[in-house]
T-cell receptor, first 113, second 115 residues
């Protein structure tokens, strides 16, 4: 049973526009959420995170929004650039526990020049 | 600074053969993880070590899979005997501490194909 769900396997966006990647989770114990980015033939790399005490965290062109009541988070990329084309993994953890991070299956983003 | 180093990068083997994947974590990191990536299940945690001790192996699929960490700078994931359904990308990762929220650093992965 997938505790972290990324229901969109792929997304295409025009360069300069906003990319919105969505993620839902089912485990109420999760209180820390992360996004990782993965290029082909490389390992995932950390992108941005958010704690459940916040509802928004921004880092340059990347913003993560958290809606705890809906158990939903989203990653916004504005403006999207061709170099953002990658697979994005949503992940969640319980900050009171050890580093057991649960990942979604990923969303492949393609930014079209 | 060197990242997480995995070998081999690619492995093609016949069903029934033993496969050993190797990992060198980032120096100073005391947490090590083995993940498997498939299209259907995404990134699954197989096993987690802290200070060389296996803490959680609940993700290991079955007895054919085993992992060891004999010292702080080396870990292996072994599949014996291998089956075609084991074909996936296997990632080793490490983290500075065992607390959730610390960044996990991934290696480039070992692409395994079992024919």
């Amino acid at each position: 049973d997938q505790q972290v769900k990324q229901n969109s396997p792929s997304l295409s966006v025009q360069e300069g526009r906003i990319s919105i990647l969505n993620c839902d989770y089912t485990n109420s114990m999760f209180d820390y959420f992360l996004w990782y980015k993965k290029y082909p033939a490389e390992g995932p790399t950390f992108l941005i995170s958010i704690s459940s005490i916040k509802d928004k965290n921004e880092d340059g062109r990347f913003t993560v929004f958290l809606n705890k009541s809906a158990k939903h988070l989203s990653l916004h990329i504005v403006p999207s650039q061709p170099g953002d084309s990658a697979v994005y993994f949503c992940a969640a953890a319980n900050s009171g526990g050890y580093q057991k991070v649960t990942f979604g299956i990923g969303t492949k983003l393609q930014v079209i020049p | 600074d060197a990242g997480v180093i995995q070998s081999p990068r690619h492995e093609v083997t016949e069903m029934g053969q033993e496969v050993t994947l190797r990992c060198k974590p980032i120096s100073g990191h005391n947490s090590l993880f083995w993940y498997r990536q498939t299209m259907m299940r995404g990134l699954e945690l197989l096993i987690y070590f802290n200070n060389n001790v296996p803490i959680d192996d609940s993700g290991m699929p079955e007895d054919r899979f085993s992992a060891k960490m004999p010292n702080a700078s080396f870990s292996t994931l072994k599949i014996q005997p291998s089956e075609p359904r084991d074909s996936a990308v296997y990632f080793c990762a490490s983290s500075p501490t065992d607390r959730a929220g610390n960044t996990i650093y991934f290696g480039e992965g070992s692409w395994l194909t079992v024919v």
